[in-house]
Nanobody, 114 residues
């Protein structure tokens, strides 16, 4: 059983930055692809960014170069640096791992005010 714990959410103004972190409780972390998803009220959960075990990254179109996903295999963590935040980025952000089973964190709230 893998546990994912997110942190770093909060309330900011448009144009400001936040950095989310996710810690994974698995010794095999370095082998897994990791993802950030988000879910806004009344909307479906959507992919924000992903990073493979060999550090390849991908981003949703709406990121538009504002976010950066990274991983630290020594600490079993991933991060999401979010710059130039917009009100439409308001959502609960989730860390996601796919192994033999799929795992989700509890989520961290990001609120961006105009």
């Amino acid at each position: 059983q893998v546990q994912l714990v997110e942190s770093g959410g909060g309330s900011v103004l448009a144009g400001e930055s936040l950095r989310l972190s996710c810690a994974a409780s698995t010794s095999n972390f370095r082998f897994y692809n990791m993802y950030w998803y988000r879910q806004a009220p009344g909307k479906q959960r959507e992919l924000v960014a992903g990073i493979t075990s060999d550090q390849n990254t991908n981003y949703a179109d709406f990121v538009e170069g504002r976010f950066t996903i990274a991983r630290d295999n020594a600490k079993n963590t991933i991060s999401l640096q979010m710059n130039n935040l917009k009100p439409e980025d308001t959502a609960v952000y989730y860390c996601h791992l796919v192994a033999r089973a799929t795992y989700w964190g509890q989520g961290t709230q990001v609120t961006v005010s105009p």
